[in-house]
């Protein structure tokens, strides 16, 4: 289809099959009737050479047609063969959608409700790869520290969203600072873990991405690009300065000996441990890595807040269109700092600083154009009325802002910005 030739292209073939009248010579103008080629005269002549004259044409129009079907058909094989996967729509025929997955991990209760809501949007909009849920195996010891929400919570996913659960241990590196107050966060970083679904090599490909999205589109038609270890998009929000993948949305294809890579070089990583996952993902596949486009796949709720939006289309032509721009995106990323995560309520006085402003006349009665701001604060309303209706959990009380001297650091890249 061609709204989706941007991503995806076409395949197009065209061959002239030579008609059988081109076999002829059109430059012969010898009469039919003549003495030469005449039926009638070679009757009168030899009715033996009548026979064998029409055994070669015969044999000479079986021969025309043999090579015309072994053409047609050949080439028809050859499209078949050759022509990409990437569709234009997701019609497929064919496809044995076990052998492709969505990837989600919970360390806790927050992030677990958030992987939830992301399989209860792909399910709404009818994805159909299957589905795994990574937590900590020891959830499932007596002595487990999982609440009756978390098995709560587990259990839905497996029953109403057909996610497949899969206990892990979840890889801990301990933060250069503690973010606790200002994001909601922990002192320890478990991004990493998500390294672990290279583990999963019963499936071709699997998508992953971190769970504090909302998600609008499923993305099923990634699963058909052509191949590569691993897809990201950029850390667009870094360039010009630094030009960066990010590690919130990876494209994979299961491999071991992938993850044994990248957990060495994240236990050996002498790079500041605050963005570890996104750090590992630029060192292992700086040269290798399919990089996907992020204004579709890649899209942070803080491009509707900033003013100047040339790092997200890349150009400085073109005219800024916020509904265009949800419209088209498949998930949006919430990463707001020093704003905390949806999850968490917002401190009034921090709102008041970093709510998106209207284009004219701002903070008046007769301002207008704000579109990006309506937006905005439509992401973060529809997250928490979706986490109250499907988790059943409120928002977490908004922490203290500012928060104490000693709890950010100022050359620290923000966190949630992967």
């Known amino acids: 289809m061609k709204k989706a030739a941007g991503i995806h292209g076409r395949w197009g073939a065209s061959t002239d099959i030579p008609m059988l009248h081109d076999l002829y010579d059109s430059d012969d103008d010898t009469p039919l009737d003549s003495p ?120 839905k ?118 963005e570890l996952a996104m750090d590992v993902v630029n060192s292992v596949f700086e040269d290798s890595a399919m990089v996907l486009p992020h204004q579709q796949y890649g899209l942070i709720s803080e491009e509707f807040r900033v003013g100047d939006h040339r790092r997200f289309s890349g150009n400085d032509y073109e005219k800024w269109n916020p509904k265009r721009v949800l419209r088209e995106a498949s998930l949006v990323h919430f990463s707001d700092w020093p704003l905390p995560k949806p999850w968490v309520m917002w401190p009034r006085n921090l709102l008041q600083e970093k709510i998106p402003l209207c284009e004219i006349n701002p903070g008046t009665d007769n301002e207008a154009g704000c579109e990006s701001r309506d937006i905005w604060m439509a992401l973060y309303g529809d997250f928490r009325k979706r986490r109250k209706d499907i988790c059943a959990l409120l928002s977490v009380p908004a922490p203290e802002w500012p928060p104490a001297p000693s709890v950010v650091s100022s050359d620290r890249v923000p966190s949630g910005h992967q």
């Not at 958030?114 to 589905?131: C, H, I, Q, T, Y």
């Not at 994001?183 to 991405?209: E, V």
């Open 157 to 274: 996913a497996r029953n109403w969203y057909r996610a497949k659960l899969l206990p892990v241990e979840v890889k801990r590196f301990e933060r250069e600072t503690n973010n606790t107050a200002a994001q909601g966060g922990s002192k320890w970083d478990t991004s990493i873990t998500k390294f672990l679904t290279f583990n999963q090599t019963n499936y071709l490909r699997i998508i992953h991405f971190d769970s504090d999205v909302t998600v609008q589109q499923h993305m099923d038609g990634l699963f058909m690009i052509p191949s590569a270890r691993v897809a990201v998009t950029r850390a667009y929000w870094r360039l010009p300065a630094i030009k960066a993948f990010s590690s919130r949305f990876l494209l994979i294809e299961p491999s071991t000996a992938e993850t044994s890579r990248l957990i060495a070089a994240a236990e050996s990583t002498r790079l500041p441990r605050n």
């Open 36 to 155: 030469k080629t005449s039926v009638f005269h070679s009757l009168q002549t030899s009715p033996r050479s009548l026979y064998w004259r029409l055994r070669r044409s015969r044999s000479l129009v079986l021969v025309i047609l043999a090579v015309i079907a072994i053409f047609y058909y050949s080439s028809k094989y050859h499209r078949r063969l050759f022509a990409p996967t990437h569709k234009p729509s997701l019609r497929y025929k064919g496809v044995d959608w076990r052998l492709f997955a969505y990837s989600q991990y919970a360390t806790d209760t927050d992030h677990l409700c958030n992987s939830v809501m992301v399989f209860e949007a792909l399910d709404r909009l009818g994805s159909k790869p299957d589905r795994i849920l990574m937590y900590p195996e020891e959830w499932d010891s007596k002595n487990s520290t999982a609440t009756d929400r978390d098995r709560e919570l587990l259990m």
